[in-house]
Antibody, heavy 125, light 108 residues
Framework: QLQLQESGPGLVKPSETLSLTCTVS??????????WGWIRQSPGKGLEWIGS???????YYNPSLKSRVSISIDTSKNQFSLKLISVTAADTAVYYC?????????????????WGQGTLVTVSS | EIVLTQSPGTLSLSPGERATLSCRAS???????LAWYQQTPGQAPRLLIY???SRATGIPDRFSGSGSGTDFTLTISRLEPEDFAVYYC?????????FGQGTKVEIK
């Protein structure tokens, strides 16, 4: 059974870098049918897709965050990671990692299934 | 970016009743690339429907999805106690992939 688990600091100071890791168990992160993504949820902005990465390191980012986001992957550890620089209080949210389906028909990216349990990151001094 | 607007914001119903949730897109969603998720308090969203009408693995057949273009619907035929939750739609027709703001289904 595929499981994803987020880990990382729950408190980050303003202007610093938010770093999270997602550990995947029950399947290889090198599966060709999936990307691996980050999504966040805050009361103010709801659910927001951040970005997704393939085992080949090809990435897609949300244009609204692209200048501050970096997603990397470590296939040897079956993990992928998120870095968000220059954070502000607006980046306070529950951060989820999820498996992002790659559509066989056209190679586009689709839905997220499953999701990790999520981790709350608060940006505060 | 495609903006998804869900309505109503809150739906107050009794167990056994039928729930109809709407998701409207600001522009046409290509190939009916729309998914629905259920979220209960303290949990991550769970995939219910993809491709506008295909149920995900293990999802009961009381959940059904329909629609195309800009108008999509999630129907729960008879509400069970565990169905009272928040429901989100997500489009994957064009990047960036976006979500609706959610509809809460609460016990009347």
């Amino acid at each position: 059974q595929l499981q994803l688990q987020e880990s990382g600091p729950g408190l980050v100071k303003p202007s610093e870098t938010l770093s999270l890791t997602c550990t995947v168990s029950g399947d290889s992160i090198s599966s060709g049918s999936y990307y691996w993504g980050w999504i966040r949820q805050s009361p103010g902005k709801g659910l927001e897709w951040i970005g997704s990465i393939y085992y080949s390191r090809n990435t897609y980012y949300n244009p609204s965050l692209k200048s501050r986001v970096s997603i990397s992957i470590d296939t040897s550890k079956n993990q992928f990671s998120l870095k968000l620089i220059s954070v502000t209080a607006a980046d306070t949210a529950v951060y989820y990692c999820g498996r992002h389906r790659r559509l066989a028909a056209d190679g586009k990216l689709g839905w997220f299934d499953p999701w990790g349990q999520g981790t709350l990151v608060t940006v505060s001094s | 970016e495609i903006v998804l607007t869900q309505s109503p914001g809150t739906l107050s119903l009794s167990p056994g009743e039928r729930a109809t949730l709407s998701c409207r897109a600001s522009q046409s969603v290509s190939s009916s690339y729309l998914a629905w998720y259920q979220q209960t308090p303290g949990q991550a969203p769970r995939l219910l429907i993809y491709g506008a009408s295909s149920r995900a693995t293990g999802i009961p057949d009381r959940f059904s999805g329909s629609g195309s273009g800009t108008d999509f619907t999630l129907t729960i035929s008879r509400l069970e106690p565990e169905d009272f939750a928040v429901y989100y739609c997500q489009q994957y027709g064009s990047s960036p992939w976006t979500f609706g703001q959610g509809t809460k289904v609460e016990i009347k």
